[in-house]
Nanobody
Framework: QVQLVESGGGSVPPGGSLRLSCVASGRIFRIGVMRWYRQAPRKQRELVAE???????NHVDPVKGRFTISRDNAKNTVYLQMNSLKPEDTAAYYC???????????????WGQGTQVTVSS
């Protein structure tokens, strides 16, 4: 089994910064793409950013220039540095990882439990 655990959420004023972390653990042979999603109340979950195992990144337009995704493959960890936060960034943030486990020949997506980010004055 594989577990993803996020941390780093909290409440900050507009213009503030937070750094989210997500650690994957378990019987992991290799992790492919890792992603951050967010879901605001009464809205659908949306992609925020993604990063390949080689470090290639993609950030959605609303967060470009403000958020930066990164990862440490040795630690099976993905990060999301969030700067210049806005009230519209308020949401639960989830990490997702495409994992190939030992003794399997298929990749499966695993999700964390989410961490709340609130941006308010």
């Amino acid at each position: 089994q594989v577990q993803l655990v996020e941390s780093g959420g909290g409440s900050v004023p507009p213009g503030g910064s937070l750094r989210l972390s997500c650690v994957a653990s378990g019987r992991i042979f290799r992790i492919g793409v890792m992603r951050w999603y967010r879901q605001a109340p009464r809205k659908q979950r949306e992609l925020v950013a993604e990063i390949t195992s080689g470090g290639r990144t993609n950030h959605v337009d609303p967060v470009k220039g403000r958020f930066t995704i990164s990862r440490d493959n040795a630690k099976n960890t993905v990060y999301l540095q969030m700067n210049s936060l806005k009230p519209e960034d308020t949401a639960a943030y989830y990490c997702e990882a495409d994992v190939l486990q030992f003794s399997t020949d298929y990749v499966r997506a695993y999700w964390g439990q989410g961490t709340q980010v609130t941006v308010s004055s």
